[in-house]
């Protein structure tokens, strides 16, 4: 009992070892196995041991073994052994079979005693043997292990729970409750707080004792405070403050330079430079970063109870690792500044599936340049269907086949990400084999901190034609957004290779507008963006930005997300994917269009799972194979996506710069209902911000729209009536009856005497047309509604390719090529002339005097004309309006003949076709801005306030 005595085990309660951990352990190699039983150690020692030695010589009597160290766990009142370790110094392992002996020595130890695990050690590397095994067995099995030993060590292996993955959300409940109680900090504090611990328990759990030596690991930490003041001279707290925290600065330095010329190019940076570590967010700190009030010394080792209490931070449920930053966002209803740079995970992984990075090539780049914690970037590490396994390490160097590039202005987010990427390599960060260095660089390399200005952030380095993919959520800021083209216009000399005045100027309202910019111009002919973007982006009325945004890409989807998909905010937003366009000529494409109802969890405070209930993964799914399988050619009108009710192909044109961008409006009122889309939830609050953001937004547009407008009509204009031949064509289209459509299916579209300029009457065979000697309208055209109650006088632009019944007369501006321009008169307009009333049934009538079609399908070039077409359909609107017409007052041929519109001239009274045509952009951005407001309408009456 002497060594025991000598190092003060016995004590008047029996034995107690030093603290390891949950564990205790007895620092012995003198005291028997015998002696150990009779001290109070809960085993009975081994009469023998039936393990078959080939160096190491066994004692006669098994109870005579004498291990180094004796680790033992103390359960309701009993200290049980659990793991024996035999210390070895090198100059004892030279020879060939001296390892071997050691770990034998170790068996026979742990079998003596009882035990599963023994350990053998020269104090730089381990080796762990499972003694029971090794006895069956008759020959030494290792435990694949290869972290250096520590507490955390030997509760994963005593437990066996080394490769048992934990989620820790439960635990970032507790923290947050206990941070928050004791500093009423903000959410974005106790996340920094939180993560700073996190990041000092999985360091310890993780890093070899050379790199981060056990003085400064968490298990330190776990002393009564009595004691460990004693001991340190001063409380848990301080000692963290003062002597760990530097120590993880150190290993993880704040100044280091990124070392990839790749990623130094991509922005025409010489040098970047990194400035933050993996901490720097400890809400305890008060006054200064030196000193802490030792008031919350209680508080904290509260919080390390905690974690102990959780177990070690190895193998980490992949799930937490972005849901860690939910927890604290669920927690406050003041969200913003954090809710700013986080993207719901359930949004992450669809848009990450839709990128389809497992097709890239090595050495390609994926950018974030809205970084935040790193979602876009980290998320693909964990799915065998994007980049597993990207980031490697060899010679000491990070490397990585897709280069992955994730930018943010702010320092506390930066920091962040890094933690959030240590979290993801961790398997790397407990190899031995993997450098802090190595690590370091890696994080440096992936997540850059641009804020030289920190209003315009990365804007300030626009990368040029050199990204194959980004994955992004840009922040959304409309008011007070003029600061940033403020800074912009102040920024003297080029940002690799461009003045950014001129670069940026591509118009558009908010810091969204300007992210677009920047992100058209870095992606490489033929890359992708995939874009999160509020619903006003997408549907405000100016053009210069879509055009500029079209000059150089293509629109390859548009996909609303619910309301409240994000924590922050219950603006309606939307995915848009690009995809940099190869050559100015190239054809556009169909666009995919979904509409996501919900994203695989509730859309509440509580985000509960909901995994049946996920259309954004149906609609990436969707989109993969729409991307894998070609787009469809001839789309002329939305069509469903292989029947999902929530996907359509709609044609490119309907997303030129002058529509709108978002896509329910490709759903007719009855497909809403199918879709059973309810009224929303929201608070007061947050309506009335909504409401004025959206008011406020077309109280400009209609500004805009107002001095254009006037600007326009300002000029000289003269009469031009439908009757003159010589300049117009009215007639009307063709009898086809439901019976007709339902015979003879086809291709061709069939418009009638409806509200909505989409609605179709069907798709009628063209081979059934032609044996009526008729072919589809050659040309585009503008449709005047017969007929109708709520129709009549309705006027439509129409494309080409398609048929008009004959409730509908068709007016373009050009002159009949056969006839010499006489008027077409259907039987309506007979009976009219004679004072009679119109037949019950349209007669037939085709529509002669027009050109063929191309054999291809494709219009035909248009007739010389000096009126536009779609400046026809303004005036000829306005000219309808004006005259107010009612249902009884029938518009046939006739009367549209009739007609007079009023039109833009020159100096000589001749047309003047621009100035026809700017008109006509403005009214349909008026019409746009009407079509707005009534939905704003809908929304507000709709709405439901929480």
Known sequence: MEELAQKGYLTPEGVRGKRFGDFEVLELGATTVARLSKAGLDFTPASSVSFPCERYKAPKR????????????????????????????????????????????????????????????????????????????????????????????????????????????????????????????????????????????????????????????????????????????????????????????????????????????VFGLATITSYTSIINGFAFLRSSVTTTISSYNRTFCEILDEFQAFGALTNIDPEFKLRLYETFLKRSARQQRLGQFFTPRNIVKPMVKMAMLNTLPDDSIVLDPAAGVGGFLLEPLLFSDALPGNVAFSDGQPRQRVKLIGVDVDASTNILAKANMLLHLAESVRDPQTTPEALNQALVNTFILMNDNETLGGLLYPPRNSVDVILTNPPYVTQGSSIYRKEIEHV?????????????????????????????????????????????????????????????????????????????????????????????????PPVFCGIARSIGETLDYERVPTPKENDLSVLADLFVHYMNNGPRDGISRPVRYEDCPFAKIVPASAFEPDERWDVIRHWSDAEHVELGERSDTIDRAEFI???????????????????????????????????????????????????????????????????????????????????????????????????????????FFREANCVMTDDVVIVQPWPKSDEGGQLELREEDRQLELGGEAGQEPSVSNAEGTEPRDRDGEAAELPEHDIDLVYLAVALAQTIAQGGYLYEAKLYTKRVAQLTIEVPVDAEGKPDIERQRQIAAVVKRLDQIRSKLQETGTWSKGVRLA
Not at 109 to 123: F, K, N, P, Y
Request: proline share 5%.
């Open 689 to 795: 911000d909504l409401a004025t953001e959206t008011l406020q937004e077309l109280i400009d547009d209609l500004g805009q729209a107002k001095a254009e407008l006037a600007l326009l009509q300002s000029g000289k204009t003269a009469n031009f009536s439908l009757s003159d031949s010589s300049r117009f064509q009215v007639r009307s289209g063709i009898r086809i009856r439901n019976v007709d459509l339902r015979d003879n299916p086809g291709d061709v579209p069939v418009y009638s005497v409806f509200t909505r300029p989409e609605t179709i009457k069907g798709m009628i065979d063209r081979d059934w047309l032609a044996e009526r000697g008729v072919e589809p309208e050659p040309y585009p055209s503008v449709t005047v509604m017969a007929t109708g109650a709520s129709a009549v006088g309705t006027v």
């Open 62 to 265: 098994a109870s005579l073994c004498k291990p180094d160290n004796v680790y033992v766990h103390r359960v309701a009142g009993r200290v049980v052994p659990v793991a024996v370790a035999e210390w070895k110094d090198k100059t004892r392992l030279r020879k060939a079979g001296d390892e071997v002996a050691a770990a034998e020595q170790a068996i026979v130890g742990a079998l003596a005693m009882g035990v599963r695990l023994a350990i053998t050690t020269d104090g730089e590397r381990f080796r762990y043997i499972d003694a029971a095994a090794s006895a069956a067995a008759g020959t030494i099995i290792e435990i694949p292990e290869i972290r250096d030993f520590t507490p955390s060590v030997l509760s994963d292996l005593y437990r066996g729970e080394s490769d048992v993955e934990r989620d820790p959300r439960p635990l970032s409940e507790k923290v947050w409750q206990i941070i928050w109680q004791a500093t009423k900090a903000e959410p974005k504090d106790c996340l920094l707080t939180f993560v700073e611990i996190f990041m000092l328990k999985f360091l310890s759990d993780n890093l070899p004792l050379s790199v981060l030596p056990a003085d400064y690991r968490f298990d330190v930490l776990l002393a009564a405070p009595d004691e460990f003041s004693r001991n340190k001279g001063c409380s848990q707290i301080e000692y963290y403050v003062n002597s760990i925290r530097p120590r993880i600065k150190q290993i993880f330095a704040e100044r280091l330079v990124v070392d990839d010329d790749k990623v130094r190019n």
């Open 492 to 588: 003297d000399g080029k940002r690799n290779g461009v003045f950014l005045e001129e670069y940026y100027d591509t118009g558009g309202l908010g810091v969204e507008a300007l992210f677009l910019r920047y992100i058209s111009g870095a992606l490489k002919p033929g890359g992708r963006a995939f874009v999160i973007v509020p619903l006003g982006l997408l549907n405000r009325t100016a053009q210069r930005m879509k055009k500029a945004l079209l000059s150089e890409c293509n629109i390859l989807a548009s996909i609303q997300l619910p309301r409240n998909a994000f924590f922050n905010t219950a603006q309606p937003t939307y995915i848009l994917a690009l995809e940099r366009r190869r050559v100015r000529s190239q054809s556009r």
